[in-house]
Nanobody
Framework: QVQLVESGGGSVQSGGSLRLSCAAS????????MGWFRQDPRKEREGVAV???????RTADSVKGRFTISRDNAKNTLDLQMNSLKPEDTAMYYC????????????????????WGQGTQVTVSA
């Protein structure tokens, strides 16, 4: 059974940085695709960044150049380095895992993922 546990959220001022981590158990992160998603209570959950089995990554246009997704196969963790944070980045951040191979487009859809963490809150003040 896959279990995902996020950590690293917090409150920062605009322009600050945070590093989120997602500890995975029950399945190797090196053998699947994983993504970071976020959700503001007033909006739908949106894909932020994804990484696939061969290590390729993609980020959403809204965070391109500021956020970087990576994984540590030895620790079985997924990370999200967030720099130059903006108030509009405020949301609950979730990591998700899928074992199937999908297109990049599909990997940014929350409905593609069967396994989710509980989320970690990120709050950016102006």
């Amino acid at each position: 059974q896959v279990q995902l546990v996020e950590s690293g959220g917090g409150s920062v001022q605009s322009g600050g940085s945070l590093r989120l981590s997602c500890a995975a158990s029950g399945y190797p992160v090196s053998l699947c695709s994983m993504g970071w998603f976020r959700q503001d209570p007033r909006k739908e959950r949106e894909g932020v960044a994804v990484i696939v089995r061969d290590g390729g990554t993609r980020t959403a246009d809204s965070v391109k150049g500021r956020f970087t997704i990576s994984r540590d196969n030895a620790k079985n963790t997924l990370d999200l380095q967030m720099n130059s944070l903006k108030p509009e980045d405020t949301a609950m951040y979730y990591c998700a895992l899928i074992r199937s191979r999908l297109s990049w487009w599909s990997l940014f859809s929350p409905t593609a993922y069967p396994d989710w963490g509980q989320g970690t809150q990120v709050t950016v003040s102006a």
